[in-house]
């Protein structure tokens, strides 16, 4: 059963390196894709990249992607809702809980792709960006749940693998993953640029832990404040917890506790080993039928039970029932885990059952 979108048009509003490389991405899958943007130079430079088909607003798109700083975003979203009246919409800012509270609409889902790079602007757009990278998507209560199937497909259409979780789950994990690496990157980096200040052969001995630790402070340094100032309760409570495991490990270090230290290590490369690759997939899907009623909140229980017991929506569909009121999502699992995943849907009172399992192609 084939899950593909049959839209084809998308108005993406500011066209940087994430907004540029959705653009790419998109007109490589043949959509037409229009393009806004606050600096006209971006925009001349996002068509002669191939970033973009035309510029302007469209709103007659079948989506809209709002790629703005975050402290922007409601605002933003909010004008594209009303200016793309059909249009699915959704944004890519790094922190979800302050714009989702701010904007409920059932076509509006909240988005952040967890993609990146050090490169900087339009020019720095990539097709290749997302390929294989989680990508959470924010559904809630309004969320309708044809409107998240279509746009889960689109996020897959990009490569990359859909997740779907609350504003604030997302807030709290990202806290972990994404800033506080980013801004450990950033101290690291200025630690070792002050004291090159002093030894000027510093920065000479800079082998490839410290540059491959160091590399996304490259990475542009606008967004950054806002994220930070939005997500400062998670991020205080990630800094404290690496402040407590630095000082661990400093006493360890001033104990002379080879023990210690080498448990720290070892621990840290286990859990290492543990992170999935990049694009993996797994061998065998299961489809699933989940009969889910017409009552708010129904979509979102679903799809972050799945990411709360780790499971990847490969694909997702819905068909509705005639007359209103249900409707049938099918979704598509890691075989080796439908069995649990429809054991918990069952428990919460969903009717859930096996479809099919095939090779993943």
Same mark, same amino acid.
């Given at each position: 059963?084939?899950?593909?979108?049959?839209?084809?048009?998308?108005?993406?509003? &500011?066209?940087?390196?994430?907004?540029?490389?959705i653009g790419k991405?998109?007109?490589?899958?043949?959509?037409?894709?229009? &393009?806004?943007?606050?600096?006209?130079?971006?925009?001349?430079?996002?068509?002669?990249?191939?970033?973009?088909?035309?510029?302007?607003?469209?709103?007659?798109?079948?989506?809209?992607?709002?790629?703005?700083?975050?402290?922007?975003?409601?605002? !933003?979203?909010?004008?594209? #809702?009303?200016?793309?009246?059909?249009?699915?919409?959704?944004?890519?800012?790094?922190?979800?809980?302050?714009?989702?509270?701010?904007?409920?609409?059932?076509?509006?889902?909240?988005?952040?792709?967890?993609?990146?790079?050090?490169?900087?602007?339009?020019?720095?757009?990539d097709s290749q960006?997302?390929? &294989?990278?989680?990508?959470?998507?924010?559904?809630?209560?309004?969320?309708?749940?044809?409107?998240?199937?279509?746009?889960?497909?689109?996020?897959?259409?990009?490569?990359?693998?859909?997740?779907?979780?609350?504003?604030?789950?997302?807030?709290?994990?990202?806290?972990?993953?994404?800033?506080?690496?980013?801004?450990?990157?950033?101290?690291?980096?200025?630690? =070792?640029?002050?004291? =090159?200040?002093?030894?000027?052969?510093? #920065?000479?001995?800079?082998?490839?832990?410290?540059?491959?630790?160091?590399?996304?402070?490259?990475?542009?340094?606008?967004?950054?404040?806002?994220?930070?100032?939005?997500?400062?309760? =998670?991020?205080?409570?990630?800094i404290d917890a690496?402040?407590?495991?630095? =000082?661990?490990?400093?006493?360890?270090?001033?104990?002379?506790?080879?023990?210690?230290?080498?448990?720290?290590?070892?621990?840290?490369?286990?859990?290492?080993?543990?992170?999935?690759?990049?694009?993996?997939?797994?061998?065998?899907?299961?489809?699933?039928?989940?009969?889910?009623?017409?009552?708010?909140?129904? #979509?979102?229980?679903?799809?972050?039970?799945?990411?709360?017991?780790?499971?990847?929506?490969?694909?997702?569909?819905?068909?509705?029932?005639?007359?209103?009121?249900?409707?049938?999502?099918? #979704?598509? !699992?890691?075989?080796?885990?439908?069995?649990?995943?429809?054991?918990?849907?069952?428990?919460?009172?969903?009717?859930?059952?096996?479809?099919?399992?095939?090779?993943?192609?």
């Open positions: 059963m084939s899950l593909a979108t049959n839209v084809s048009s998308a108005w993406i509003i &500011g066209v940087g390196l994430i907004g540029g490389s991405a998109l007109r490589q899958n043949e959509w037409t894709v229009y &393009g806004t943007d606050l600096d006209n130079d971006v925009l001349t430079k996002a068509l002669s990249v191939g970033a973009i088909d035309k510029v302007g607003p469209y709103p007659e798109c079948d989506v809209v992607f709002v790629c703005v700083p975050s402290s922007s975003s409601v605002e !933003v979203i909010k004008k594209a #809702l009303t200016q793309a009246p059909e249009a699915i919409v959704s944004d890519v800012a790094g922190v979800k809980e302050s714009i989702c509270s701010e904007v409920v609409d059932p076509r509006f889902i909240g988005g952040h792709p967890m993609a990146g790079s050090e490169k900087l602007g339009v020019s720095g757009s960006i997302f390929e &294989g990278r989680a990508w959470v998507l924010t559904p809630n209560e309004t969320t309708d749940p044809a409107i998240f199937a279509k746009l889960h497909g689109i996020v897959t259409l990009l490569g990359a693998r859909p997740i779907a979780m609350s504003p604030k789950r997302h807030d709290i994990l990202v806290a972990t993953v994404s800033h506080l690496p980013h801004l450990l990157a950033a101290s690291l980096m200025n630690l =070792a640029g002050d004291q =090159a200040e002093e030894f000027a052969e510093l #920065l000479l001995l800079a082998a490839g832990g410290f540059r491959d630790m160091t590399r996304i402070s490259s990475s542009d340094p606008q967004g950054w404040p806002d994220i930070c100032i939005e997500n400062k309760q =998670a991020i205080g409570v990630a690496i402040v407590e495991r630095l =000082a661990q490990v400093n006493k360890a270090v001033a104990n002379e506790d080879r023990e210690a230290i080498l448990s720290t290590l070892i621990s840290a490369r286990q859990r290492r080993e543990m992170l999935p690759a990049k694009g993996d997939v797994p061998l065998r899907i299961a489809q699933i039928s989940v009969r889910i009623q017409d009552r708010p909140g129904a #979509l979102a229980q679903i799809t972050t039970k799945a990411a709360q017991m780790g499971i990847n929506i490969e694909d997702l569909a819905i068909a509705h029932a005639l007359g209103g009121g249900a409707g049938t999502l099918y #979704l598509s !699992v890691d075989e080796s885990k439908a069995s649990d995943f429809i054991g918990q849907l069952q428990a919460e009172d969903f009717h859930a059952m096996l479809v099919t399992s095939n090779d993943h192609v």
